[in-house]
C-alpha cells in the first residue's frame, strides 16, 4: 500500500473543429487562429489546446501561411 503511485485524471479535452464540424481551417481566419497562439508567438501544442492531431496538423499549416503574409507574428519582442 505504500508503494502506491498517485494518479492523477484530467478532464478529457475534446477537438472544437471536429465539434463544430469545421473542416477547412482558413489561414486568413485570424480570428479562429489568434487563441491557439502563446503570447510568445509559439503554436499551442494539441496536449494543451484539445485538437485531434488532423485539425493540429492543418492548423500548423494555417498558422504558418498566415504568418508568411503578415497576418501573425512570427515571435513578439520584449
Known sequence: MANQRKRSFFAQKICRFCVEKID???FYDVKILKPLI???GK???SRISGNCS???R???TAI???RNI???PF???H
Open 43 to 45: 503554436i499551442v501544442p
Open 24 to 26: 477547412p481551417i482558413l
Open 70 to 72: 503578415a497576418l501573425l
Open 64 to 66: 504558418k501561411r498566415a
Open 58 to 60: 492543418k492548423l500548423t
Open 54 to 56: 488532423t485539425h493540429q
Open 38 to 40: 502563446s503570447e510568445r
Open 75 to 77: 515571435s513578439v519582442e
